[in-house]
Structures are given as structure tokens and as C-alpha cells.
């Protein structure tokens, strides 16, 4: 069966850094758009950013603002979000998910398989 595992999160200060790993397994990976979105406490989630397949087209939702970078390695099914200049509004539990080709954007019900998420928390 499909499983989806993240890893790599963890407490760090405000202005510091973070690199979020995502692996994938019992799946075709590069046929799938992967996707990181995030919940925080007493918040709906949002989308964070996507790539497609073939790793030529990237998405990210507006807060990002150039301080995150989505990557994907294929040979290896893994997944990965840079987190620079973080904040603490971006604390938060941080989801991966793949879903179809169509699905490519941040809308997290077009996803299929999820992870149980990990936890990114920034102080201030």
C-alpha cells in the first residue's frame, strides 16, 4: 500500500531555518504531483507549495514569499520544502500529499495519500 512519511521538523528560532523531507513509497512517484500543506492549532489548512511530476512547474501560497523552496528528488521518491526565514506564524503540523497529475495546485481534498505530518514550531 501507499505510504507517505515526512520528516525533519522541529523547534527553531525566528529568522532560522528548516528542511522538511517527504519519501513515498508503493507508488509511481514521479507520476504523482506532490504537495506540502500545513494546520495550525484552531486553523483550517492551507496549502504551502506543489510540483508536478516531471518537477518543471512549482507552486506556493502567497505567504511563502520567496522563503520557501520545493524540490523533488525522483530516482529517490523523495520530497523536500527549504524553509528559510521562518516565522512564527508558521508554526504549524506540516502535511505531505500526493495526489493525480489534475491535482497539481493546493487544494487539499484533490490529494490522494497523506502523511501523519510533522511538526514545525518557531519561536520568537
Known amino acids: 500500500q501507499v505510504q507517505v512519511v515526512e520528516s525533519g521538523g522541529g523547534l527553531v528560532q525566528a529568522g532560522g531555518s528548516l528542511r522538511l523531507s517527504c519519501t513515498a513509497s508503493?507508488?509511481?512517484?514521479?507520476?504523482?504531483?506532490m504537495g506540502w500543506f500545513r494546520q495550525a492549532p484552531g486553523k483550517e489548512r492551507e496549502g504551502v507549495s506543489c510540483?508536478?511530476?516531471?518537477?518543471?512547474?512549482?507552486c506556493y501560497g502567497d505567504f511563502v514569499k520567496g522563503r520557501f523552496t520545493i524540490s523533488r528528488d525522483n530516482a529517490k521518491n523523495t520530497l523536500y520544502l527549504q524553509m528559510n526565514s521562518l516565522k512564527p506564524e508558521d508554526t504549524a503540523m506540516y502535511y505531505c500529499a500526493a495526489g493525480p497529475a489534475w491535482a497539481y495546485g493546493l487544494v487539499s481534498r484533490k490529494y490522494n495519500y497523506w502523511g501523519q505530518g510533522t511538526q514545525v514550531t518557531v519561536s520568537s
Open positions: 508503493g507508488l509511481t512517484f514521479d507520476d504523482y504531483v
Open positions: 510540483i508536478s511530476g516531471s518537477d518543471v512547474s512549482t
